[in-house]
């Protein structure tokens, strides 16, 4: 069972005033009507599944997504009493996987969809709310591929611009800062961790430890006796072809606990919670840095990336060219 970030309940009553927390699917089109176009905000959430590493669920950050997205909705709640909050069902949908920097573009453990079906997919739900009136739309993931991240930043400005509303990639803007608190990643693995672990992005101790608050039930024990996988610098993530033993995950799992996991998404969700108030109250968020726009520029990423799109082109050409068969009568 997923623990709730803060020890808030999401959905239960709270002996304090708080805005109502609603799920889409259980509400008959005459409670939709009822709602204040702009004092509801609808949250689109996208966990995609993804490997990470033989120790924990391809569904990780589909789990973390959800955990962020209680915990900040518990926030707003308590913040914005006079709002309802209105939960759209998790769409489990993601572009590429970690697997891709390896160049292991077909992995067992990631069901990815093209970066086009993505940003479609985020625009047309996004589009739908908005034609309905209502103003505010937050956007939630927690995967760190770039065009993920692309797709989702394309589909809120141009539902934004388009009707006229406040479609926000929240996630995009918080991994804009950094994906980790570094005084929390220093208390837990200590000073000049990233010399001994180096890249801590994808299922080494920070996002194990992650799984281990949010989902403590779906983590493998035998984490604790992995060896760590190094990659010192960013460039070396897209090297990892190069070696041998990759096995899905980047740093030091063996690291990882239940109360570092805790403080990551605390912060997570309060760094989500501060970008989700200025959106309230107006402020332009353009100015921002929104990821990939700080990730570092290296040949090999692009190398990947490039790949990445051919075999996009290549998935496309062959559904068209079913459909012109099929739509021949052949």
């Avoid at 573009?105 to 985020?122: P, W």
């Avoid at 591929?145 to 509303?165: C, D, Q």
């Avoid at 799992?253 to 997570?268: H, I, N, R, V």
Wanted: net charge neutral; glycine share 8%.
């Amino acid at each position: 069972m997923i623990r709730i970030i803060l020890g808030v309940a999401l959905l239960a009553a709270s002996a304090h005033a708080a805005g109502r927390a609603l799920k889409l699917e259980e509400l008959s089109f005459t409670d939709i009507d009822k709602l204040d176009r702009a004092k509801s905000i609808f949250f689109l959430t996208f966990g995609n599944l993804e490997e990470h590493g033989p120790h924990l669920p391809v569904g990780s950050d589909f789990f973390q997504a959800i955990a962020v997205r209680d915990g900040l909705v518990a926030r707003l709640r308590a913040a914005h009493p006079d709002y309802d909050f209105v939960l759209v069902p998790v769409v489990p949908l993601g572009e590429g996987g970690a697997n891709d920097a390896a160049r292991q573009y077909d992995h067992i453990g990631t069901f990815a969809v093209r970066y086009e079906t993505l940003r479609n997919v985020a625009a047309d739900l996004g589009a739908t709310i908005a034609r309905k009136g209502f103003r505010n739309i937050f956007l939630t993931h927690c995967h760190g591929a770039a065009l993920h991240n692309v797709a989702f930043s394309e589909a809120a400005a141009m539902v934004s611009e388009i009707y006229k509303t406040r479609m926000v990639n929240i996630t995009s803007l918080v991994f804009g800062e950094g994906f980790y608190n570094e005084k929390v990643m220093e208390k837990y693995l200590g000073k000049g961790w990233q010399q001994r672990i180096g890249f801590e992005g994808h299922a080494g101790a920070a996002e194990t430890s992650a799984n281990l608050f949010a989902r403590p039930d779906l983590v493998k024990k035998e984490h604790r006796s992995y060896a760590p996988f190094v990659a010192k610098e960013f460039a070396d993530i897209f090297r990892t072809h190069t070696r041998t033993g990759w096995r899905g995950y980047w740093g030091d799992p063996a690291k990882a606990s239940s109360a570092m996991g805790k403080e990551l998404l605390q912060d997570f969700v309060e760094r989500s919670f501060r970008l989700a108030e200025k959106a309230l109250a107006g402020e332009d968020l353009s100015r921002l840095t929104v990821y990939p726009a700080n990730a570092p520029q290296v040949p090999e990423a692009e190398s990947v990336g490039k790949q990445v799109i051919q075999n996009y082109a290549a998935q496309a050409a062959e559904f068209e060219a079913w459909l012109k068969k099929r739509r021949a009568g052949n």
